[in-house]
């Protein structure tokens, strides 16, 4: 697996909407914590078109993208939300320009589908983290930030300590790549070319605003497809406003993932500081090597 290069002061980072549209306003604190970093911030032409819920159609958002990714005087791209749409033109990108010269690419949820994308077919590690549309100038200096910070500057290891219920955790250590992402994007992945193989690796998974139903079927599927066979480690990170039905589906989140688990031998933790919980969404660079330590009630990661 490729790992960019750390950022040094005076790179170009380019803000790029591969999703649901976004504003000026919802992008300027962004862009002056990037200057505040010593970066440049690039913001394309183009970045805040409209099309529907879209930033633009499908075809001005792969050659936004395209264009951020052939670019060799860009050393990060940092996207600019999620919502829905990368999936709608992956397809249409072309990663040998990358693959000549990596480059970070930064976010999480739908952007799920680029980093799952990235890794089978440009082999290059990437980080899930904080987006510009989650940054305010209230928290423009949050944990969140801070990590991703550090992840891209490579100022010191990456280590995480976080807790959970008194045996609710599956105990372990584990050590290997870590995979991930959005479990709904994942699952929607399942069989495409930008499918992950989980065998040997460390999968984390996180979502929003799922209904408990769905997250079974969700975790079936992951179970079928032979995605949990084969994993040396689960992290399940932050699983935001779930909803049930009005009949009860009878099962909390720690209860679906644990069934799904049944039979396995690996470790398994929750609570995990990654996904939608915004300024304490904390930076994970997916495709790089981790230590995983679980106990009953506590876990720690480092990279």
């Known amino acids: 697996m490729t ?6 002061y005076g790179d170009k980072v380019a803000i790029v909407a591969t999703a649901r549209k976004i504003s000026p306003q919802e992008t300027q604190p962004a862009i002056d914590m990037l200057k505040r970093w010593g970066l440049q911030p690039v913001v394309q032409q183009g970045l ?3 099309y529907n819920q879209f930033a633009g ?3 001005h958002r792969a050659e936004m993208l395209q264009n951020a990714l052939d670019d060799d005087s860009i050393r990060a791209i940092l996207c600019a939300r999620g919502g829905y749409g990368t999936a709608r033109i992956i397809d249409k990108i072309n990663l040998s320009g990358f693959m000549q010269s990596p480059k970070w690419v930064v ?3 739908d ?8 890794h089978t077919n440009a082999h290059c590690a990437s980080a899930h983290a904080i987006m510009p549309v989650n940054i305010t100038d209230g928290n423009a200096d949050s944990l969140a930030t801070s990590s991703l910070h550090d992840l891209l500057f490579a100022t010191k290891k990456m280590r995480y300590d976080f807790d959970c219920a008194d045996g609710i955790n599956i105990p372990g250590n584990a050590t290997g790549q870590v995979v991930g992402g959005n479990l709904s994007i994942l699952y929607s992945l399942i069989g495409s070319p930008s499918d ?3 065998r040997g690796k460390i999968l984390m998974i996180e979502d929003l605003d799922e209904y408990l139903y769905h997250i079974d079927r969700m975790m079936l599927a992951l179970r079928r497809s032979g995605k949990l066979q084969g994993l040396k480690a689960l992290v399940v990170g932050q699983f935001t406003d779930l909803h049930d039905n009005s009949v009860p589906f009878g099962m909390s989140i720690y209860d679906i993932v644990r069934d799904a688990v049944a039979g396995y031998d690996f470790p398994v933790c929750f609570n995990a500081p990654f996904g939608h919980i915004e300024h304490r ?3 994970l660079p997916l495709g ?5 330590s679980v106990s009953s009630n506590s876990a720690h990661i480092e990279l």
């Open 48 to 50: 805040y078109e409209e």
């Open 196 to 198: 992950i193989d989980t």
């Open 111 to 118: 952007v799920t589908v680029l980093h799952s994308h990235l």
């Open 107 to 109: 976010g999480y949820s």
């Open 3 to 8: 790992i960019p290069e750390p950022l040094r």
């Open 57 to 59: 159609t499908d075809r």
């Open 288 to 292: 790089v090597t981790a230590t995983v």
């Open 281 to 283: 969404n904390l930076a």
